[in-house]
């Protein structure tokens, strides 16, 4: 696994939904097992501000977008299957 | 990866994350300046939770005062069931000196706040603080009964006028004859203490006449 050194993980939500609080359980739990001590979350409230949802042109939430290392990477939902989204973060090859 | 084909990965992303269960909220609007979150029926249940059980109350309604939704706690505040109170507008519940201000209250929309009275079905005088939030031409409003802060305003007061009471008769205490009518008033009082005692040591007259 090759991982840079600064992540900087930006989870859209809406608020309190029952998606959007797993989503952030399980992308915490993901970086202290995967990238203890060096990444960032960011968590952006869409129900706050839907506006925001144009920079990173967001159609579901939960989505979480990976800002840094770049390229920019997009995972929609909850994060429940770790597999899906280890690979979506590019921190794990996607077996076929 | 080219653009196309990354449009097709995330379109299979999201198309994955639907058909999984994963997402309850989508962002819709053709541009910036009207996008809004839809949030699917279920995730809605956690805030409903919150309104239907806090102690504050909290009613939406037109900016004419039609009530469109009303909480449990605005319900018991008015002590009127929800079906009743859907069929007059919020303005009802004041006194007639106040409506014309709960009307332009409503009327202004935006954010905004008030200090008003409602009447309960029973005719308890309920003082309320109103925070309202228009949206969408709705206005959410939350009510917060203003009674506790009133008893404790009273309670406050009381405690003051004993306090100042209090202090009042310590300094007539001080004087020496406040001093010397007190060590009167406690030698009657003694006197009459003894007398009792020595009332209940004698013989009643029934056990006289029998003894």
Redesign the interface.
Known sequence: MTTSDKWLLRLYT???????LTALENLKRLCDEHLAGKYRIEVVD??KN??L??DDQ??????LVRQLPSPMR????????TE?ALV?LQLKKATS | MTEPVIDLL?AE??R???I?G??????V?RD??N???L?LA??Y???RQLVETMQQGAVTTSLEGGILYANRRFTELLRTPLTRLYTAPLQTHVSAADRPRLSAFLARGGRASLEIAFNSADGTRIPTRLSMAVYDGYASILVTDLRPLEWAGLAVDALDSIRSSVEKLNAELREPKARQALDNISEHINGLARLIDSLQESPGPAESKNG
């Open positions: 809406a608020g309190q939904t029952p998606k959007s869409l129900l839907p506006r949802a144009k967001i159609v579901a939430i939960p989505t997009k995972i929609i939902g909850d994060l429940s299957d899906r979506g | 995330e992303e999201l994955k994350a639907i999984g994963e997402v309850d909220a989508f962002v609007g910036e300046s996008q809004k979150v949030l279920n995730a249940q956690r805030y």
